[in-house]
């Protein structure tokens, strides 16, 4: 099957989100205040595709509001450090948010915020996954377009594919390959950690962590399948 077209602006609303370690979540709040907009800061991670992936508690007002309304938004930025902060990328993404059991999901968002994994087994807290409807890209001043899903969500099909391989691959990479890790880490970042590790791969791209810090690795082009990106993953380390 030939691959769609990709845009520039879909491009890189995705590597934002891919980007992002937190986001604003805008929901509807129930009962006596039905209708209004409520906006709280969470964690975020991401499916392979793009979707993102959260972890709330019931406890929390966002959550009950979901499980009255599930449809929501999430707003992601780079341009809160700039002296124009208008001047920065953000991207919104609206669709419906819902509980999500599957591992992969989960060990994604764990390896992408550590920390959560305290309390990630508490039986008032689940994981999320957004269907994504919409997206909109804003670049900058006069640099705004609404994205569908279907352009926004990376291969769909092949992302899932991948998924079932992903966790053999990083684990592959980390236990077998950890110098490798860390050389390639401190060239493409000029990081002086000694130790990194892989959190997750992508047919876009790869996360690094060393300890509280962490790194986003674009590929100069997608891969179109697993094998491929075992081959783009041995050619940026040189272990597979």
Not at 44 to 60: E, F, R
Not at 103 to 127: C, T
Request: proline share 4%; charged share 25%; with cysteine.
């Amino acid at each position: 099957m030939p691959r769609k077209i990709e845009t520039p602006q879909a491009v890189a609303a995705r590597h934002l989100v891919r980007t992002c370690r937190s986001a604003a979540l805008a929901t509807a709040l129930g009962g006596k205040r039905a209708g209004w907009p409520y906006a709280s800061l969470v964690s975020v991670a991401c499916d392979l595709d793009g979707s993102p992936i959260l972890l709330l508690s019931g406890l929390a007002d966002h959550t009950r509001n979901l499980a009255s309304d599930d449809r929501a938004c999430l707003l992601f930025e780079a341009a809160s450090g700039l002296a124009n902060p208008q001047t920065g990328p953000r991207v919104s993404l609206t669709g419906r948010l819902q509980v999500t059991r599957d591992e992969g999901l989960a060990r994604r968002f764990l390896a992408r915020h550590p920390g959560a994994g305290m309390y990630a087994g508490f039986s008032d807290f689940a994981f999320y996954r957004m269907t994504v409807e919409r997206a909109h890209f804003v670049g900058g001043f006069g640099r705004a377009s609404w994205i569908g899903a279907s352009k926004f969500l990376f291969e769909t099909d092949i992302s899932k594919a991948v998924s079932r391989v992903e966790r053999n691959i990083v684990d592959t990479l980390n236990q077998q390959h950890a110098p490798g890790i860390a050389i390639e880490a401190r060239r493409l970042f000029g990081a002086i950690g000694k130790i990194w590790e892989i959190t997750g791969v992508d047919l876009e791209g790869c996360d690094f962590r060393c300890r509280h810090t962490f790194r986003r690795h674009d590929f100069d082009a997608p891969a179109g399948s697993d094998r491929a990106l075992r081959k783009k993953l041995a050619g940026l380390v040189d272990v597979l």
